[in-house]
């Protein structure tokens, strides 16, 4: 067929000639129950959750593992050139023998020249419990964390190696067609959630750390618009190179899904990948064409693929536009992706050769971040692989997959295999602001892909490729254990169950899941301040040293030191208690809040956050929040705001509060001079402005004050009911109406809110003897929600407007309401007797 048919682009691969590429001349056997285990393990990974627990680690490691284990036995690789292992095979065998290597104890006098924080760890948690120190330590700061990383990796390594055997015998396209299945299943699942309107995954597991508006296994849509961007691209390789049309079809209907699934996921980061992969796969193809003598203007592929771009956008834009256009309109949380990435650069200059441990970044990354966010991941892969594995190792294995993947755009190989180096290239650009391949069941899918398309060269170590994947799948079954052994322990369970158990009160079970946390998890600073909680509660003399402790682990967190506070004030130490509040303040501002209330009530002695507030503004601001928590009468917080005033005169807290107390005592006019010295009205002093000018009987000052929130795009609902009181008594109806429109708008339509904001209106023209729109109002109010007071002021306004059959009716409407007793059924029978002079 010639170069212009309409199916040019969607047939078999083409060689540089514009020739047919032949079948591989010497293809290897390959046994079906081979092929099966790839496609399952491909398949299910990503559906358990991406393999974020530790039951989904070892049933990935399962299904890995057979998968190597039947590759291994079952496919021969013919070609001699292919069947030994590459230095591609090695760097990747040999980062996880590393990772091995981090987990296993090692002499402490090595350790401390690596990682002295390790030692450290293990030293001072012994000096908790009294027990003897140990002379052998791990790398790791975690070692749980690494044990799990270890379990991962392995199965990674295993679906690496098994892709590199199906390679080796001419039959990558079964893994990348594999992959595309994947992708497809994993857009699908996603799009039944979203039409069913689920909330949880299968029904099952609701996500906590993470949420996607795109709900599926893959739960954080950062790592769902990655596993799109990565396979994607490959999808449309697979499209063209069906030899059937029915096959041709349905590969491009699973890329269209898939690249749908990319965007609407809202992922920024995945829709840039997606983007990357596509263009970068368009652009190695045309420059192909290039090369062979072929007009780009003659194929129609490339246009193909636009077009096809183009209607995807489209369909999003339909579907989610406004979602979308508001999404990538917002940049306040870009910037901290890159400043966690840099903040992270000291662990990896304090930790350059051995790096920190797989899985340690968190330990090591308290003592750079504070409380405001915990950092598990730098979101930065680089750094990322140079923290935990130190420098050495990151580098050499980043630059020789890097370097494989440029041998393998050099092969002209199937337009999958080019998808594949293309959706890979578009997931590492992804990686520098993401930590989608931490996740096992994306990682697995990613190295199935790395296996079949990338190219190393021969190094002189002769080992079989067979047998580094069998002895691999071997490890890989070995680390499934591992996995199982962490089910329960793992450091988001444990703290969670912590956390749980300190909430009760169970002190037994605290101590006991703070000693299994340390165990596994050393350097964690969250089991030490759970040991010290449970020592302060229980009056134990080594409350001390587990504060201590807690604080040694975690510098810049605030809560050991409030901690502290609260144990040094047990023991009368009031000096020390207030420099600990200090230490939290400085911190973390507004942290201290609780404590120092919990105290001032106590205590009722304003010294309390007096001595505990630092001089100038700091100070003014933590004296604030103290009085803040007090009643607004209370000598103490009187003294507190005057102490406050006295440091920042135009702190808005202490003068609204002052004014408050004014306006009680009927000072309106000492009311408004002390709010008008404040350079910049919020909305609740500029409320209070109002209402002083209001009881000063000046409602137009009370206008002009209120007018400013008018304007405000989100206006609180107490400002909204000041302004309404405000214009009905200048007698502006127009300005009554908008703002009675903001009040009803602000409901949403619900019923309870909705009911409330008409009786307002009611009360608000009934204090206004204006009684026709009162009653309209309570009408309104018991129209949305019957309720025994609307119809009370039903029939009291009705009885001033003179409307017996009316106020009759609600009477009695009331005396049923009450069960046939009560003042209303008196008021009907009253209303009832056909004498009596009607008032």
Same mark, same amino acid.
């Given at each position: 067929?010639?170069?212009?048919?309409?199916?040019?682009?969607?047939?078999?691969?083409?060689?540089?000639?514009?020739?047919?590429?032949?079948?591989?001349?010497?293809?290897?056997?390959?046994?079906?129950?081979?092929?099966?285990?790839?496609?399952?393990?491909?398949?299910?990974?990503?559906?358990?959750?991406?393999?974020?627990?530790?039951?989904?680690?070892?049933?990935?490691?399962?299904?890995?593992?057979?998968?190597?284990?039947?590759?291994?036995?079952?496919?021969?690789?013919?070609?001699?050139?292919?069947?030994?292992?590459?230095?591609?095979?090695?760097?990747?065998?040999?980062?996880?023998?590393?990772?091995?290597?981090?987990?296993?104890?090692?002499?402490?006098?090595?350790?401390?020249?690596?990682?002295?924080?390790?030692?450290?760890?293990?030293?001072?948690?012994?000096?908790?419990?009294?027990?003897?120190?140990?002379?052998?330590?791990?790398?790791?700061?975690?070692?749980?964390?690494?044990?799990?990383?270890?379990?991962?990796?392995?199965?990674?390594?295993?679906?690496?190696?098994?892709?590199?055997?199906?390679?080796?015998?001419?039959?990558?396209?079964?893994?990348?067609?594999?992959?595309?299945?994947?992708?497809?299943?994993?857009?699908?699942?996603?799009?039944?959630?979203?039409?069913?309107?689920?909330?949880?995954?299968?029904?099952?597991?609701?996500?906590?750390?993470?949420?996607?508006?795109?709900?599926?296994?893959?739960?954080?849509?950062?790592?769902?618009?990655?596993?799109?961007?990565?396979?994607?691209?490959?999808?449309?390789?697979?499209?063209?190179?069906?030899?059937?049309?029915?096959?041709?079809?349905?590969?491009?209907?699973?890329?269209?899904?898939?690249?749908?699934?990319?965007?609407?996921?809202?992922?920024?980061?995945?829709?840039?990948?997606?983007?990357?992969?596509?263009?970068?796969?368009?652009?190695?193809?045309?420059?192909?064409?290039?090369?062979?003598?072929?007009?780009?203007?003659?194929?129609?592929?490339?246009?193909?693929?636009?077009?096809?771009?183009?209607?995807?956008?489209?369909?999003?834009?339909?579907?989610?536009?406004?979602?979308?256009?508001?999404?990538?309109?917002?940049?306040?949380?870009?910037?901290?992706?890159?400043?966690?990435?840099?903040?992270?650069?000291?662990?990896?200059?304090?930790?350059?050769?051995?790096?920190?441990?797989?899985?340690?970044?968190?330990?090591?990354?308290?003592?750079?971040?504070?409380?405001?966010?915990?950092?598990?991941?730098?979101?930065?892969?680089?750094?990322?692989?140079?923290?935990?594995?130190?420098?050495?190792?990151?580098?050499?294995?980043?630059?020789?997959?890097?370097?494989?993947?440029?041998?393998?755009?050099?092969?002209?190989?199937?337009?999958?295999?080019?998808?594949?180096?293309?959706?890979?290239?578009?997931?590492?650009?992804?990686?520098?602001?993401?930590?989608?391949?931490?996740?096992?069941?994306?990682?697995?899918?990613?190295?199935?892909?790395?296996?079949?398309?990338?190219?190393?060269?021969?190094?002189?170590?002769?080992?079989?490729?067979?047998?580094?994947?069998?002895?691999?799948?071997?490890?890989?079954?070995?680390?499934?254990?591992?996995?199982?052994?962490?089910?329960?322990?793992?450091?988001?369970?444990?703290?969670?169950?912590?956390?749980?158990?300190?909430?009760?009160?169970?002190?037994?079970?605290?101590?006991?899941?703070?000693?299994?946390?340390?165990?596994?998890?050393?350097?964690?600073?969250?089991?030490?301040?759970?040991?010290?909680?449970?020592?302060?509660?229980?009056?134990?003399?080594?409350?001390?040293?587990?504060?201590?402790?807690?604080?040694?682990?975690?510098?810049?967190?605030?809560?050991?030191?409030?901690?502290?506070?609260?144990?040094?004030?047990?023991?009368?130490?009031?000096?020390?208690?207030?420099?600990?509040?200090?230490?939290?303040?400085?911190?973390?501002?507004? =942290? +201290? @809040? !609780?404590?120092?209330?919990? *105290?001032?009530?106590?205590?009722?002695?304003? #010294?309390?956050? &007096?001595? %505990? /507030?630092?001089?100038?503004?700091?100070?003014?601001?933590?004296?604030?929040?103290?009085?803040?928590?007090?009643?607004?009468?209370?000598?103490?917080?009187?003294?507190?705001?005057? =102490? +406050? @005033? !006295?440091?920042?005169?135009? *702190?808005?807290?202490?003068?609204?509060?002052? #004014?408050?107390? &004014?306006? %009680? /005592?009927?000072?309106?006019?000492?009311?408004?001079?002390?709010?008008?010295?404040?350079?910049?009205?919020?909305?609740?002093?500029?409320?209070?402005?109002?209402?002083?000018?209001?009881? +000063?009987? !000046?409602?137009?000052?009370?206008?002009?004050?209120?007018?400013?929130?008018?304007?405000?795009?989100?206006?609180?609902?107490?400002?909204?009911?000041?302004?309404?009181?405000?214009?009905?008594?200048?007698?502006?109806?127009?300005?009554?109406?908008?703002?009675?429109?903001?009040?009803?708008?602000?409901?949403?339509?619900?019923?309870?809110?909705?009911?409330?904001?008409?009786?307002?209106?009611?009360?608000?023209?009934?204090?206004?003897?204006?009684?026709?729109?009162?009653?309209?109002?309570?009408?309104?109010?018991?129209?949305?929600?019957?309720?025994?007071?609307?119809?009370?002021?039903?029939?009291?306004?009705?009885?001033?407007?003179?409307?017996?059959?009316?106020?009759?009716?609600?009477?009695?409407?009331?005396?049923?309401?009450?069960?046939?007793?009560?003042?209303?059924?008196?008021?009907?029978?009253?209303?009832?007797?056909?004498?009596?002079?009607?008032?």
């Amino acid at each position: 067929m010639g170069s212009g048919s309409d199916t040019e682009g969607l047939r078999p691969e083409r060689t540089a000639t514009g020739r047919h590429r032949r079948s591989p001349s010497i293809p290897g056997p390959v046994s079906q129950r081979a092929l099966v285990p790839v496609i399952v393990v491909l398949v299910v990974a990503p559906q358990l959750l991406g393999g974020v627990f530790p039951w989904a680690v070892a049933v990935t490691c399962v299904l890995a593992g057979v998968a190597g284990l039947l590759a291994s036995s079952q496919i021969e690789i013919i070609s001699q050139k292919r069947a030994d292992a590459t230095l591609l095979d090695w760097a990747i065998v040999g980062a996880l023998a590393w990772t091995g290597l981090q987990l296993l104890p090692l002499p402490s006098s090595l350790v401390a020249l690596l990682v002295p924080e390790s030692v450290d760890a293990w030293q001072s948690n012994a000096l908790l419990y009294g027990d003897s120190p140990r002379a052998w330590f791990p790398l790791s700061l975690d070692p749980g964390a690494t044990r799990l990383e270890v379990a991962k990796g392995s199965a990674i390594v295993a679906v690496f190696l098994t892709a590199r055997v199906f390679a080796a015998s001419h039959q990558r396209r079964r893994v990348l067609k594999a992959v595309g299945v994947s992708a497809i299943v994993l857009a699908l699942v996603a799009f039944a959630h979203k039409l069913a309107g689920a909330t949880h995954v299968f029904g099952l597991y609701e996500p906590v750390y993470a949420s996607s508006r795109l709900l599926a296994p893959l739960m954080n849509e950062n790592h769902l618009g990655g596993f799109m961007a990565l396979t994607s691209p490959i999808l449309i390789g697979l499209a063209m190179d069906a030899e059937t049309l029915e096959r041709r079809i349905g590969w491009a209907l699973g890329a269209a899904v898939c690249s749908l699934a990319g965007v609407l996921s809202f992922s920024r980061g995945g829709m840039l990948a997606l983007a990357i992969g596509i263009t970068l796969f368009m652009l190695v193809y045309a420059a192909r064409l290039n090369r062979s003598h072929r007009s780009i203007l003659q194929s129609r592929t490339v246009p193909i693929l636009a077009l096809a771009a183009l209607a995807i956008t489209l369909v999003a834009v339909g579907l989610e536009g406004s979602s979308l256009a508001r999404e990538l309109s917002q940049r306040h949380n870009i910037a901290p992706k890159f400043e966690a990435a840099a903040a992270a650069l000291p662990v990896i200059a304090s930790h350059p050769i051995a790096g920190v441990g797989r899985g340690g970044f968190a330990a090591a990354f308290v003592d750079e971040q504070g409380t405001e966010k915990r950092f598990f991941y730098p979101e930065n892969l680089p750094v990322q692989w140079a923290s935990e594995w130190g420098i050495p190792v990151a580098l050499a294995l980043l630059v020789i997959i890097m370097w494989s993947l440029g041998r393998g755009f050099r092969l002209k190989r199937s337009h999958a295999h080019l998808g594949g180096l293309a959706g890979l290239v578009a997931i590492g650009a992804q990686q520098l602001a993401d930590f989608s391949l931490e996740l096992v069941g994306v990682a697995v899918v990613a190295a199935a892909v790395l296996g079949s398309v990338a190219d190393s060269v021969r190094i002189r170590l002769d080992v079989p490729l067979r047998k580094l994947c069998f002895v691999t799948s071997i490890t890989c079954l070995l680390g499934a254990v591992l996995a199982v052994s962490l089910h329960g322990r793992d450091l988001f369970t444990l703290e969670m169950r912590t956390r749980a158990a300190l909430e009760q009160g169970n002190h037994a079970e605290t101590r006991r899941l703070v000693r299994a946390g340390l165990a596994l998890h050393p350097s964690e600073p969250i089991f030490a301040l759970a040991g010290a909680e449970v020592a302060v509660r229980e009056g134990d003399a080594t409350a001390g040293r587990w504060i201590n402790r807690a604080q040694d682990l975690a510098p810049l967190w605030n809560a050991p030191h409030l901690l502290a506070a609260r144990w040094l004030f047990s023991l009368g130490e009031m000096d020390q208690a207030l420099i600990e509040i200090r230490e939290a303040e400085e911190l973390r501002p507004g =942290s +201290a @809040r !609780d404590t120092i209330c919990g *105290l001032l009530t106590a205590q009722q002695d304003p #010294a309390i956050a &007096l001595r %505990a /507030a630092p001089e100038g503004l700091a100070g003014a601001k933590l004296l604030d929040r103290a009085a803040a928590c007090l009643r607004l009468q209370s000598p103490v917080a009187v003294a507190i705001d005057r =102490s +406050a @005033r !006295d440091l920042d005169p135009y *702190l808005v807290g202490p003068a609204t509060r002052q #004014a408050r107390r &004014l306006l %009680a /005592a009927k000072k309106p006019l000492e009311a408004v001079d002390l709010l008008r010295t404040l350079p910049k009205l919020d909305v609740t002093s500029r409320r209070l402005l109002a209402q002083a000018y209001m009881q +000063a009987g !000046d409602p137009q000052s009370a206008a002009q004050t209120i007018a400013p929130l008018l304007n405000l795009k989100k206006v609180p609902s107490f400002a909204l009911r000041t302004a309404a009181s405000i214009y009905m008594t200048t007698g502006d109806d127009s300005e009554v109406q908008l703002v009675a429109s903001r009040l009803r708008s602000q409901t949403g339509g619900k019923v309870e809110p909705l009911a409330d904001v008409e009786f307002f209106l009611g009360e608000l023209y009934e204090s206004h003897r204006r009684y026709a729109p009162a009653l309209r109002a309570y009408e309104d109010s018991n129209r949305a929600r019957e309720s025994r007071k609307a119809l009370v002021a039903i029939a009291r306004v009705a009885e001033e407007m003179g409307n017996r059959d009316r106020a009759l009716l609600t009477y009695k409407r009331l005396c049923r309401f009450d069960g046939g007793k009560g003042t209303a059924c008196a008021s009907a029978e009253r209303l009832g007797q056909p004498t009596g002079a009607w008032p």
